[in-house]
């Protein structure tokens, strides 16, 4: 009979949209003690699920909860998928993704004092930053955004190559004014985050300083005829598209495509006529990497809430022959 799993050491890496934190989850997974299993759990905001894909790709045990955040549209399903990874993979330890969109508080408490209490030993949260972000009230006024630095055990500013001096000064602002003073404080690009980061111990006394903020996330239109799905919460919108199994895209009409949307974050897996590729894009900085091939295209793109409308015939006109006339 299998023993009763206790205290597996587990960690929220955080931080707002596009930050980085798929990245260095991948990074600290490089870095993993080659007799350790280690499984991960990533939320998205939207319904289509990319990061999973990501992770699944670097050879990952990973399981993805979509279409809302942990705290509250997927609740459930995020503490059902907890067990399962648990029973399955029996993991040294456990890495969870939260959506950049999300408040980590009602996550915290459902893993520390939640019915995962005696299974889950919770270490450091760690809150990457990306430091330019700082300088703007937009985000810096963003309950969510100042909930996940205030709770993290470990603030790391990432994105380093892009940062200013002023945006740099602010971080340091940011990490000092934190009461209790954060276990560790870091720089660094690409993600590169310490593995031994993660055994810094949680400090329980850290409080969020707009727990009641973040509102429930409804899916607010499913379409699953089309496979188009949207969502909408915090002041932000997700629209969500799933192509045909066949469908083959131009890869420039699409990066040109991208390259004049005006959002927060698009994230893709395509099949195109160069083959498949995962598109990733922050602040409008287009970031594209071939990939294995998927199970079908798909796309996630999230706006400020009125600053998109649906794109579907746009991304409709990228398409080529499909791929089974070929
Ligand atoms: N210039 C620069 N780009 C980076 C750095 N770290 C990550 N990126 C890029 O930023 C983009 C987003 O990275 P992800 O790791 O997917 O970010 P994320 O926080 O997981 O994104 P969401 O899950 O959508 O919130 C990717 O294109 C990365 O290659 C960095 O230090 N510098
Ligand atoms: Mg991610």
Redesign the pocket.
């Known amino acids: 009979m299998n023993e009763k799993l206790t205290n597996i050491p587990t960690n929220l890496v955080m ?10 989850i991948l990074d600290l997974l490089k870095q993993k003690p080659k007799n350790e299993n280690w499984a991960v759990l990533v939320n ?1 905001f939207g319904k289509v699920g990319i ?1 999973g894909a ?1 992770f699944t790709a670097a050879g990952a045990t990973v399981k993805e909860i979509s279409g809302g955040c942990l705290c509250c549209a997927v609740a459930l399903p995020f503490q059902v998928s907890i067990n399962r990874l648990l029973k399955e993979v029996r993991p040294d330890r456990l890495i969870i ?1 939260p ?2 969109l999300g408040h980590p508080k009602k996550v915290l408490d459902m893993l520390v004092n939640g019915s995962f209490k005696e299974v889950l030993e919770v270490r450091s949260s760690i809150c ?1 930053v990306d430091p330019e972000k700082l300088k703007d009230p937009r985000y810096t006024s963003h309950e969510n955004f100042i909930d996940q630095i205030a709770l993290a055990d470990v603030l790391v500013a ?5 940062a200013g001096t002023e945006a740099s000064s602010l971080f340091h602002h940011w990490a000092e004014k934190s009461n209790p003073l954060k276990g560790l404080v870091a720089q ?4 590169q985050l310490d593995i031994a980061w993660l055994d810094i111990s949680r400090n329980p006394q850290r409080q969020a300083l707009h727990p009641n903020a973040h509102k429930l996330i409804k899916m607010s239109s499913v379409d699953s005829v089309r496979q188009q799905f949207k969502n909408e919460a915090d002041g932000y919108q997700s629209f969500g598209y799933i192509f045909p199994e066949q469908s083959c895209f131009d890869y420039g009409q699409l990066n040109n495509l991208f390259s004049r949307l005006k959002v927060e ?1 698009i ?1 893709g897996i395509f099949y195109t006529n160069k083959g498949w590729f995962i598109i ?3 602040d409008g ?1 287009i ?1 594209n990497v071939s990939s294995p091939a998927s199970s079908n295209s798909r796309i996630e793109i999230i706006a400020k809430k009125g600053e998109l409308q649906d794109i579907s015939r746009a991304l409709s006109q990228c398409k080529v022959d499909d791929k089974l006339s070929e």
């Not at 931080?15 to 260095?24: D, R, S």
């Open positions: 931080g707002f949209l596009g930050v980085g934190k798929t990245t260095a998205e990061d990501i993704e959506t950049g990457l990432n994105k380093m190559d892009l660094t690009t690409q993600g974050r994230k990733n894009s922050v900085i970031d």
